[in-house]
């Protein structure tokens, strides 16, 4: 051919200048160890991949980025009239909107992380089926973009605080905690339905509607003490209750969350994004295959 | 460079097989729903599934810096070997060992979003296929000056034409620089004049010092041009692994043939089939001239008729594909019994003899072979029953098509196809020059044009 001759445009750098991965392909899955480190290869994706989401999200559309503010204020509204003024349901002396709102910033969080996880396989197909890389980053991506959201709505709700005079204390420092638990349950939560969604997509509308029920069942726009005495246990077994009430109690000083109630919680947020990663990692080899 | 005086293994392949399980379309559940009442039913039935061995028993070593070629048929397990070694799915046994960076190209585009603009899917395309954000950013100019789009740069890429679509997309895959290259048909795509570049930037990246490259095709004088070595791969076994002359001839003669009984007979009876499971539906084949007369060939533009003698089949439920390719495997033309209404005259168990009949082909000059495949009912996933890979050779000879002494040859630049045309010359709305039809007898000139004439 015509190229032979001397030296290439462009030598490559990569070739011969570091030592070479040895990849080993051997039926069943990856070793954990070698998984890892192609994930470590790989983080760059996830962060090109969750630009693309976040840059596509709000193209074509007239009102742009500003829906980031706006849903939220939307559905804070909508929620705080039902339950608050209609139910008259209780919200421990707070100011119904912004009590309203400063559980939505985090059951939305968790929502969105679990919701867009669920779907991050399915709406990868062509990727999946053309291209190796573990698909525990297709999850991880959306992450990016619901913390983006995040911050958005944290700078609402922090004019919020101010212009209604709340002052939060040092449980402030906590928040991130409170997020990052409510974040690894969703991925968690999120990664296990993605995989199952494959073989059936049943599991796409099931997931809406699940964490559709889950705002109802966590104290999202009543506090905790609507709920009668005896039924507290019942409650609470909803991980993501406990997580709201620290939330708040973070931001607004609510009372604190019974430290049992959030030790569960904790460990079943855990122990989710432990067992979601692992579902999907185990079931990966099958995706290209099915999906 | 490292200059060891032997060159280390790249890429080993050791017993690579692989099973899909493929559940018949009418006993497979799409719903959990459905799942879990076809369980409830029979808690205790299993599955009639069907296992289908793309590829059995593969081994094959690839030294640092060399290309090989991969090549057979449609359904030979090329796809599922490279699919396997990009990692993007599991063998059922074996063990690969690549030594070094992969970057698989099995298709061009993967990931570009139409929403996104040219600049934004160069870096998203170039971050899938796995390079760092530098690489691309360094490689930037050439990827645009290769496909030549520089005013559309920030024009989201669903207002491209298909033609920049794919320029765009190939020239991010072509400045992919991992040591070992995996590359599937990407070739396959664009106009001529784009395929040659591409040829000639596969041809300098193949050549490019100690890059190892797998590149499956079916077009043999690029995989001759660009590999030294070819292995060829038939339902699912390496046939053949050498040099790559001699794998593209092993390959060109290779597949089920009938066997010619007399001018223009083949029989297919005792003919062993490829697809382990296939019924013998396939029994003959007769080539005749639209006359009726038995012939091995015809003249260019002459009809043909084909009598393929059957056992068991049942029209219009199976399906009869009947295809013509050149001699390396290229389809030059496929027609089926479901191309045109078939009106059932009496019902009958079966058919024995089922006649297509193409009043005029218009191929050039030189010599065709005929694939028949008989497909299981259109509902039920499409199953082939019976597949035969040249049923029959036929030769068409050169002819005055034109009437001019005029040669339509598939080997020059004429292409393969050719159709009837007339030509007229004008000056100031009068004709003054035209050709003659095919009969001898002029034309009259084409309406809509000038002056009566």
Not at chain 1, 112 to 130: D, E
Not at chain 2, 94 to 119: A, M
Not at chain 2, 392 to 418: M, Q
Request: proline letters at 5%.
């Amino acid at each position: 051919m015509t190229g032979v001759g001397p030296a290439p445009l462009d030598p490559s750098p990569t070739v011969g200048t570091e030592p070479k991965p040895l990849t080993v392909i051997v039926p069943g899955s990856t070793a954990v160890g070698q998984y890892l480190r192609d994930l470590g290869h790989f983080r760059g994706l996830i962060w090109v991949l969750a630009v693309r989401d976040i840059k596509l999200r709000y193209r074509q559309t007239a009102l742009g980025a500003s829906w980031v503010v706006i849903q939220p204020l939307l559905s804070a509204g909508v929620l705080g009239f039902v339950f608050g003024k209609v139910a008259r349901l209780p919200t421990d002396g707070i100011p119904t909107f912004l009590f309203v709102f400063c559980g939505m910033v985090a059951f939305s969080c968790f929502t969105s992380a679990a919701g867009r996880a669920a779907g991050s396989l399915l709406g990868n197909t062509g990727l999946v089926s053309k291209i190796y890389f573990p698909r525990l980053v297709l999850p991880f991506s959306t992450a990016v973009s619901v913390l983006l959201d995040l911050l958005v709505s944290s700078c609402v709700l922090a004019v919020l605080l101010f212009t209604t005079g709340v002052t939060p204390g040092a449980g402030i420092l906590l928040l991130p905690v409170w997020l990052l638990l409510l974040l690894a349950l969703a991925q968690g939560f999120g990664a296990a339905a993605a995989s199952v969604s494959v073989r059936y997509r049943d599991v796409q509308q099931i997931v809406p509607v699940v964490l559709q029920l889950m705002l109802y069942a966590s104290p999202v726009a009543y506090s905790v003490r609507a709920i009668p005495a005896r039924y507290q246990d019942l409650y609470h077994l909803n991980p993501v209750a406990a997580l709201l009430e620290a939330f708040r109690w973070s931001v607004l000083g609510t009372p604190f969350p019974g430290s049992w109630y959030l030790a569960y919680s904790a460990t079943v947020c855990v122990a989710t994004f432990v067992v979601g990663a692992l579902v999907l990692e185990r079931m990966e080899k099958t995706f290209a295959d099915v999906i | 460079m490292p200059t060891s005086s032997e060159p280390a293994t790249a890429v080993s392949v050791r017993g690579l097989s692989k099973t899909y399980s493929i559940t018949p379309a009418h006993a497979r559940p799409i719903s959990i729903g459905e799942a879990i009442t076809a369980r409830l039913r029979r808690p205790l039935a299993r599955h009639p599934k069907e296992l289908f061995q793309a590829l059995t028993d593969v081994s094959l070593d690839v030294q640092e810096g060399e290309a090989v070629g991969i090549i057979g048929r449609n359904g030979a397990g090329k796809s599922t070997l490279l699919k396997i070694l990009s990692r993007i799915t599991t063998p059922t046994a074996g063990r690969v060992e690549i030594s070094g960076r992969v970057g698989s190209l099995l298709e061009v585009g993967t990931g570009f979003h139409p929403q996104l603009t040219g600049r934004e899917n160069i870096y998203l395309n170039g971050s899938i296929l796995g390079m760092k954000k530098k690489e691309i950013t360094s490689h930037f100019d050439s990827i645009v000056d290769f496909a030549e789009v520089h005013r559309f740069l920030d024009t989201p890429v669903k207002r491209y034409s298909s033609g920049m679509y794919v320029r765009l997309a190939f020239a991010v895959a072509a400045h992919l620089e991992p040591e070992i290259l995996i590359v599937d048909e990407v070739l396959a795509v664009g106009d001529a004049e784009f395929q040659k570049r591409c040829l000639g930037k596969m041809g300098e990246v193949t050549t490019q010092e100690g890059r190892t490259v797998l590149f499956v095709s079916h077009n043999m004088a690029a995989i001759e041009s660009f590999c030294a070595r070819a292995v060829y791969l038939s339902a699912g076994q390496l046939v053949s692994d050498g040099p790559t002359r001699a794998t593209i001839d092993r390959y060109l003669s290779d597949g089920t043939r009938g066997d010619r009984t007399a001018p223009g007979v083949w029989d297919f009876e005792d003919l062993e089939r490829t697809q382990p499971d296939a019924r013998k539906i396939l029994v003959g084949l007769e080539v005749r001239s639209t006359e009726g007369a038995l012939t091995d060939t015809i003249l260019m533009g002459q009809g043909l008729r084909l009598d393929i003698r059957t056992r068991g089949l049942h029209l219009p439920d199976d399906v009869v594909y009947v295809r013509i390719n050149t001699q390396s495997g290229v389809a030059m033309m496929s027609f089926e019994t479901v191309m045109k209404q078939l009106e059932v005259l009496r019902t009958v168990p079966d058919y024995d003899l089922v006649t297509m009949t193409i009043p005029g082909l218009q191929l050039a000059a030189g010599s065709y072979s005929i694939e028949l495949t008989v497909v299981e009912g259109r509902r039920s996933g499409r199953r082939a029953l019976d597949h035969i890979e040249r049923a029959a050779e036929i030769g068409i000879a050169e002819c005055d098509v034109y009437g001019s002494g005029y040669k339509v040859s598939p080997n020059g630049p004429c292409g393969v196809v050719f159709a009837d045309a007339h030509w007229e010359a004008w000056r100031d709305g009068s004709l003054v020059a035209r050709s003659f039809g095919s009969d001898g007898e002029r034309l009259r000139p084409a309406p809509g044009l000038g002056l009566s004439g």
